[in-house]
Every structure is written in structure tokens, then in C-alpha cells.
């Protein structure tokens, strides 16, 4: 995504605060384990998935389209592997190969019309029983509205968030049912299973 290449140089200082609190939720709802192969779609600089690979040893492959925040991942050395692929396009993964995927703050950049392809894409490289974990933000509260137009501004681009109920029914469409669902501060957790 060509915008997130003109904020990727700031993107880790304006979001590592909150890196932490998604790792540990993300720890909590994954059995994420060595040598087992997770994709983090929309995965930016992949600072999410270097602190996995160092709590767990996982083979993390980050997946984004921005040439930008993969740039920058790879440049502060970050332990992941590296691809900039589309999900609403075809991604270059075999079918049924990966053990679980993550997707955090991504979802709401893809636009509506394009996320169940997006969805339905990600099913596709995932193993049987593998687990897809969302973490997004829900757009009705005033906190997220001023967040919102703060990504606007700095993104230069669209959003298209989804509520937790709409996006659990494009999630069955996709072969992927819900198993687990938490509000978050500022949003929702949504783990799916193939
Ligand atoms: C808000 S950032 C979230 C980055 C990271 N997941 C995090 O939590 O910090 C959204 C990321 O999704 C990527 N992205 C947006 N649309 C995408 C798409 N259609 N395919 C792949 N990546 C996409 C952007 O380039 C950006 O890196």
C-alpha cells in the first residue's frame, strides 16, 4: 500500500506502545510454537512478528504490500521473512501449507467490497484446524472516530472499518467459523478456525 510507504519510517515510534499488549493477546488466544510457519497479513515493519519469533522461536512470514514498511523492517533487522503480496490478489502460498495466520489493524484498510476476498484468500493457505486471529478496531466510539481521522490524515487514504458481527458473517463465507470473540479496549478480537 503505497501511503504506508510515506509513514513507514515513523511507524514503530507511533505504535510501540501498543505492540506489547498485542503480542501478549495475540500469545493468548495462538499456540504459537518453534519451527511452526504463521503468515502476519498486513504485517507493516513486522515489529509484531519479531517479538513472536523471539517469545517463541515461530517462523514468522510477513506479508504486506507496502515496499515502504518492509524496507523498514528489514533495515532495523527484524527476524521474519518477507513478502509483498495482496491477499485480495492472489498470494504466492500454496493451499493448505500454513499453521495459523494473525492480522492486526489491517483489515479495515482493505476496502469493504474486497475484504471477503481478502478472507477468503487467507482460508485458502491455511492448513485444516489452522487459526486466523483478527485484532481491529471498532469504528463507534468517539476515541476511534478522532483515530480515525487522525489515519485519514497520516495515511492519506480510505478506511473501511467492520463491526465484529458483520465481519463474524463474512468469516463463515470464507470457511472460516468463530471460536472465540473478546471485546478490546478501542475494539475486538476475533480468533476463526479453518
Ligand atoms: C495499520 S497498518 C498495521 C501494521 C501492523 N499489522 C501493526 O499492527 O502495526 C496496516 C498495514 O496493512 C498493509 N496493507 C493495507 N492493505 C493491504 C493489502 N490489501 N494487502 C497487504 N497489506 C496491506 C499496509 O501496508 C500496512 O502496513
Request: proline share 1%; hydrophobic share 40%; net charge positive.
Amino acid at each position: 500500500m503505497k501511503s504506508f510507504d510515506l509513514v513507514a519510517k515513523i511507524y514503530d515510534l507511533i505504535n510501540r506502545l501498543r505492540y506489547q499488549r498485542d503480542v501478549l493477546d495475540i500469545l493468548r488466544w495462538l499456540t504459537i510454537t518453534r519451527g511452526k510457519k504463521f503468515l502476519d497479513i498486513g504485517g507493516g515493519t513486522g515489529a509484531i512478528a519479531h517479538l513472536l519469533f523471539q517469545k517463541t522461536g515461530c517462523r514468522m512470514t510477513v506479508v504486506d504490500s507496502s515496499a515502504g514498511m518492509i524496507a523498514e523492517g528489514k533495515e532495523k533487522g527484524y527476524q521474519a521473512e518477507w513478502l509483498q503480496a495482496d491477499p485480495v490478489k492472489t498470494l504466492p502460498i500454496a493451499s493448505n501449507s500454513v499453521e495459523g495466520a494473525i492480522m492486526v489493524y489491517t483489515l479495515h484498510h482493505i476496502k469493504k467490497n474486497q475484504q471477503i476476498i481478502a478472507l477468503t484468500e487467507i482460508g485458502r493457505v491455511l492448513k485444516k484446524g489452522g487459526m486466523l486471529l483478527i485484532i481491529e478496531m471498532d469504528y463507534h466510539n468517539f476515541l476511534n472516530i478522532s483515530l480515525n481521522l487522525v489515519e485519514k490524515l497520516v495515511t492519506l487514504g480510505n478506511v473501511w472499518f467492520i463491526s465484529a458481527n458483520k465481519l463474524k458473517g463474512s468469516l463463515n463465507k470464507a470457511g472460516l467459523s468463530v471460536d472465540h470473540y473478546e471485546k478490546r479496549q478501542q475494539g475486538y478480537i476475533l480468533r476463526t478456525v479453518k
